[in-house]
């Protein structure tokens, strides 16, 4: 779920509030300039600036923008600068169509994989201990539609670097993937300059545990239970309700859920002799770290019980 035009750009933020207070048509061409010039040296394309200057300012976008900044409010005034920036950088990259191997698209975050990829698992190139499963149901950041929702269906992913998000092939001293020639899908057919082959591989089938672990009949057996009782998207349901009535017996029914949740891990730790970084795969994450998205801690007392609570 890699976002597009995602080079970030570095703008004092006290002027641009003045200059979206102000409204002053003037400081917006010199503030535009100054932020244009930005994304070319970002992009790399510094020599393209008299190219890019004749393209933007027959942009209807910002001619229009220029026209009428002025009369807008404060607060559109904003929402039209970023949107601005999105356009400058997308003019900006018309002018360079081609990767940099910049690395900045794997340190937003590591790729889903297609089926295509099960050759990397298949092959033992990759072990599932550097992958993890979010499952389908849950609470996520939906890239593409820019807003929050629950996923559609199961994703496969790289590990990322908990600190920094870095897709964990992805080495900083090298500034390069570590697996190039191997890389998985998304991986190669990634343009930041352009969303439409990202947007149509977001259709495609994608990789799932069930694709990985078809002949291990043991692993698919814990599979099928974990998912039949601690199902993610019920868990929304439950909570979209427990909001809607704060109905005792269905917060019962979300404690139910977390707690199977824990026994079937312990199961697999103990009966299966399965670690953390496998059950990242096999279960994906722990409904104890779900439930944080939606602003709720489990906490334990001394008789065992858990309880929801407000997660400051
Ligand atoms: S696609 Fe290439 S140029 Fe674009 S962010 Fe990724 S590595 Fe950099
Ligand atoms: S696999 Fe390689 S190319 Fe893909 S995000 Fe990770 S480091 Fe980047």
């Given at each position: 779920?890699?976002?597009?035009?995602?080079?970030?750009?570095?703008?004092?933020?006290?002027?641009?509030?003045?200059?979206?207070?102000?409204?002053?048509?003037?400081?917006?061409?010199?503030?535009?300039?100054?932020?244009?010039?930005?994304?070319?040296?970002?992009?790399?394309?510094?020599?393209?600036?008299?190219?890019?200057?004749?393209?933007?300012?027959?942009?209807?976008?910002?001619?229009?923008?220029?026209?009428?900044?002025?009369?807008?409010?404060?607060?559109?005034?904003?929402?039209?600068?970023?949107?601005?920036?999105?356009?400058?950088?997308?003019?900006?990259?018309?002018?360079?169509?081609?990767?940099?191997?910049?690395?900045?698209?794997?340190?937003?975050?590591?790729?889903?994989?297609?089926?295509?990829?099960?050759?990397?698992?298949?092959?033992?190139?990759?072990?599932?201990?550097?992958?993890?499963?979010?499952?389908?149901?849950?609470?996520?950041?939906?890239?593409?539609?820019?807003?929050?929702?629950?996923?559609?269906?199961?994703?496969?992913?790289?590990?990322?670097?908990?600190?920094?998000?870095?897709?964990?092939?992805?080495?900083?001293?090298?500034?390069?993937?570590?697996?190039?020639?191997?890389?998985?899908?998304?991986?190669?057919?990634?343009?930041?300059?352009?969303?439409?082959?990202?947007?149509?591989?977001?259709?495609?089938?994608?990789?799932?545990?069930?694709?990985?672990?078809?002949?291990?009949?043991?692993?698919?057996?814990?599979?099928?239970?974990?998912?039949?009782?601690?199902?993610?998207?019920r868990l929304?349901n439950l909570f979209i309700q427990l909001h809607k009535t704060r109905d005792m017996k269905v917060l019962d029914q979300v404690l139910e859920i977390l707690r199977?949740?824990?026994?079937?891990?312990?199961?697999?730790?103990?009966?299966?002799?399965?670690?953390?970084?496998?059950?990242?795969?096999?279960?994906?994450?722990?409904?104890?770290?779900?439930?944080?998205?939606?602003?709720?801690?489990?906490?334990?007392?001394?008789?065992?019980?858990?309880?929801l609570?407000?997660?400051?």
């Amino acid at each position: 779920m890699k976002h597009n035009s995602s080079h970030s750009i570095k703008l004092d933020p006290t002027r641009l509030q003045d200059l979206f207070q102000s409204g002053n048509r003037k400081d917006f061409v010199a503030e535009a300039r100054h932020a244009l010039r930005q994304i070319l040296v970002k992009l790399q394309v510094e020599g393209h600036y008299d190219q890019v200057i004749t393209l933007v300012k027959r942009d209807p976008f910002y001619r229009e923008l220029n026209n009428t900044w002025e009369e807008i409010e404060p607060s559109v005034r904003s929402q039209k600068w970023y949107e601005l920036m999105d356009r400058f950088i997308q003019i900006a990259y018309s002018t360079r169509p081609y990767c940099l191997r910049c690395g900045e698209c794997c340190r937003l975050e590591s790729p889903s994989l297609h089926l295509e990829d099960a050759r990397l698992l298949a092959t033992g190139f990759i072990s599932t201990r550097q992958i993890y499963t979010l499952r389908r149901g849950e609470p996520v950041r939906l890239n593409l539609e820019g807003k929050l929702g629950t996923l559609p269906s199961e994703l496969i992913k790289f590990k990322e670097d908990q600190e920094r998000g870095y897709c964990r092939f992805y080495s900083e001293q090298e500034k390069s993937c570590c697996i190039y020639e191997n890389r998985p899908l998304q991986c190669r057919i990634q343009q930041c300059w352009n969303p439409e082959p990202l947007e149509k591989l977001w259709q495609e089938q994608k990789l799932t545990r069930r694709d990985i672990l078809k002949s291990d009949q043991d692993l698919m057996d814990l599979l099928e239970l974990h998912d039949e009782r601690c199902d993610p998207e019920r868990l929304n349901n439950l909570f979209i309700q427990l909001h809607k009535t704060r109905d005792m017996k269905v917060l019962d029914q979300v404690l139910e859920i977390l707690r199977q949740d824990v026994a079937i891990r312990t199961l697999a730790r103990t009966k299966m002799n399965l670690d953390e970084e496998e059950l990242d795969f096999l279960l994906g994450r722990p409904l104890t770290e779900i439930v944080r998205s939606y602003g709720l801690r489990v906490e334990m007392d001394l008789d065992g019980v858990y309880h929801l609570v407000e997660d400051r």
